[in-house]
């Protein structure tokens, strides 16, 4: 899949198949997530993959918008040694984009309750950690394009030289 491809047509999907994602593809999605860009090259993050079921119910309960979790194959928790999520987020986006590219849905969660989150995965207390992001196989087929209504038009986010 060409890149622009993807980005066209992923979509966050929240339920999935009972079917297993194979661990070499799931080696596959984490290899992506950790070539990300990172300020000053420190890549900062850590991945705790998650496929008990229990665990993934358990930490579904850790968000506000977090039930996904408890349905999904696996779940990659992103841990950083920073605060700056901008990091997290560059490699969440690579993460997402491969399994993408790979066949697996996946959609962000939000971790609110990030102390009790820790606790269940054993984080250190000294690491950051604000989301995870469930993985699957799409329950229904995923549209391959978004709603009229689903993104603002170009011109309407975008400034040129001057607001």
Same mark, same amino acid.
């Given at each position: 899949?060409?890149?622009?491809?993807?980005?066209?047509?992923?979509?966050?999907?929240?339920?999935?198949?009972?079917?297993?994602?194979?661990?070499?593809?799931?080696?596959?999605?984490?290899?992506?997530?950790?070539?990300?860009?990172?300020?000053?090259?420190?890549?900062?993050?850590?991945?705790?993959?998650?496929?008990?079921?229990?665990?993934?119910?358990?930490?579904?309960?850790?968000?506000?918008?977090?039930?996904?979790?408890?349905?999904?194959? #696996?779940?990659?928790?992103?841990?950083?040694?920073?605060?700056?999520? #901008?990091?997290?987020?560059?490699?969440?986006?690579?993460?997402?984009?491969?399994?993408?590219?790979?066949?697996?849905?996946?959609?962000?969660?939000?971790?609110?309750?990030?102390?009790?989150?820790?606790?269940?995965?054993?984080?250190?207390?000294?690491?950051?950690?604000?989301?995870?992001?469930? #993985?699957?196989?799409?329950?229904?087929?995923?549209?391959?394009?978004?709603?009229?209504?689903?993104?603002?038009?170009?011109?309407?986010?975008?400034?040129?030289?001057?607001?």
């Amino acid at each position: 899949m060409e890149t622009l491809e993807a980005i066209r047509t992923k979509r966050a999907v929240r339920q999935y198949t009972n079917q297993a994602v194979p661990e070499e593809t799931i080696r596959m999605i984490l290899d992506a997530g950790r070539k990300a860009q990172s300020s000053r090259n420190s890549q900062p993050w850590q991945f705790m993959v998650i496929r008990e079921r229990q665990t993934l119910v358990r930490l579904a309960e850790t968000g506000g918008y977090a039930a996904h979790l408890a349905e999904a194959a #696996f779940a990659v928790v992103m841990v950083s040694s920073t605060n700056w999520a #901008f990091d997290i987020g560059q490699s969440a986006a690579y993460l997402q984009l491969a399994a993408w590219d790979l066949g697996v849905s996946s959609c962000i969660a939000s971790i609110w309750k990030t102390e009790q989150a820790k606790a269940l995965l054993g984080i250190p207390a000294d690491q950051y950690l604000e989301i995870a992001l469930a #993985f699957g196989y799409a329950a229904q087929p995923v549209p391959q394009t978004a709603r009229p209504e689903g993104r603002h038009k170009l011109d309407d986010v975008v400034r040129w030289e001057h607001w």
